[in-house]
């Protein structure tokens, strides 16, 4: 049996998920610090969004059809650093739309590609998808606490820089990653072609509901930051807030290999609806406390660790070797097309509604999901992995 380049795939996640981190809490901030208004934010924030609805796809019937998939991650990592880096030629709105709608493309391009590679590489062993994963969430970390501090003493004109840094190591770690390609599962998922798996029971159910999980972090993604300026929280606190969430979902991705042998899937993502529906009220309410902050901020570990890992053993279960890039692409997508919505929604209602209510309906929504999963997603879905 080939070694499990673990240290190779994990410095890709580490790398790709900082940019995340460098993206996710201080994108917004960085827009207010050009002058744009909270709906023209949303609208250049959800931007990447929408075209994660397009481009996964695209990609991940292209990877699936050549399965040339470490091909599409190199040259998509290159290409979202090269069209980024036209972020320094203008702040207008107009070419910021242009440079977000351009680097995403390729960005988007990437991730789903990846995650076959990695499954293809653990094999039997899919349990261990946690293991490396949870370098991206290190990464994040890091690059969340250190911007925070950076920005804390330095000018926000220093960001598109860091960007630059951060997606210039993705491309080299890409570079260093050997190729795999899937196994089939022996029968039990692959007949009948992509449609045809798409059909079978609690999939699509399964994929609406991750739309709307994303679409519940609209506001969290969008305006925490701001949210937390607001109250008086410095951002060197606020960095080390959002470095929280991702240390309890690295805690979490830690034992998920005991959890998923404990749990199935259908108890976890529906855990994971309830708590980020319980998180969102915490956070538009009693924000300004900071120990309810501290809590909800511990939630991220089931509202982004326990369900991410779940939603990837659940798509790698439901469908075939050579639909395995097409299954991905989509759950990218959907939670693109979530993503997207939730920040538009959370960019109009922020000035007009408030936290409150904006965070509310997020909270609504999650519960939306919840109902989804509880009675449309059948226990019996997937054959679930075991290591």
């Known amino acids: 049996m080939t070694a499990l380049p673990y240290w190779r795939l994990s410095s890709f996640y580490l790398f790709y998920f900082s940019l995340l981190g460098a993206t996710a809490p201080f994108l917004a901030l960085y827009f207010h610090h050009l002058g744009f208004s909270s709906a023209r934010i949303g609208e250049l924030v959800a931007i990447p969004m929408l075209m994660r609805c397009v481009a996964p796809n ?68 899919a349990s261990r998808y946690s293991q490396i994963r949870l370098w991206g969430s290190i990464g994040f970390i890091l690059t969340v606490a250190g911007l925070g501090k950076l920005f804390d003493l330095y000018s926000l004109d220093a960001y598109p820089w860091a960007l630059v840094a951060i997606m210039a190591g993705i491309v080299v770690s890409s570079l260093w990653v050997p190729n795999a ?41 969008t305006f925490l930051t701001l949210h937390l300026e607001s109250l008086g929280y410095s951002r060197g606190l606020i960095g080390q807030l959002w470095a929280l969430g991702v240390v309890a979902e690295v805690l979490l991705f830690l034992v998920m290999n005991r959890l998923l042998a404990r749990f199935s899937l259908h108890q976890v993502l529906l855990a994971s609806f309830l708590l980020a529906a319980l998180r969102w009220l915490l956070l538009g309410n009693l924000a300004d406390h900071l120990s309810v902050l501290l809590f909800a901020q511990l939630l991220h570990a089931a509202t982004f660790g326990s369900f991410h890992a779940a939603a990837i053993h659940f798509v790698q279960g439901s469908f075939g070797p050579r639909q395995q890039g097409q299954g991905q692409a989509l759950y990218a997508a959907m939670a693109g097309i979530g993503g997207a919505l939730g920040a538009l929604y959370a960019g109009y209602s922020w000035s007009s509604l408030g936290p409150a209510w904006t965070f509310g309906i997020a909270s609504l929504t999650a519960l939306a999901a919840a109902v989804i999963i509880a009675n449309r997603l059948p226990r019996f879905a997937i054959r679930e992995e075991r290591a």
């Open 58 to 125: 695209l990609w991940g019937w292209l990877g699936d059809v050549t399965g040339r998939r470490l091909a599409i991650v190199r040259f998509g990592a290159f290409c979202t650093l090269i069209c980024f880096a036209g972020i320094f030629v203008s702040h207008s709105y107009a070419w910021l739309a242009l440079i977000m709608a351009a680097h995403a493309f390729f960005w988007h391009a990437v991730l789903p590609q990846f995650e076959v590679i990695t499954l293809a590489h653990l094999r039997e062993q």
């Open 181 to 221: 390609q899937p196994r089939a599962h022996g029968g039990e998922v692959g007949e009948g072609g992509f449609l045809a798996q798409l059909w079978r029971p609690g999939v699509l159910a399964f994929y609406a509901s991750v739309a709307l999980m994303q679409l519940s972090h609209g506001p969290y993604y």
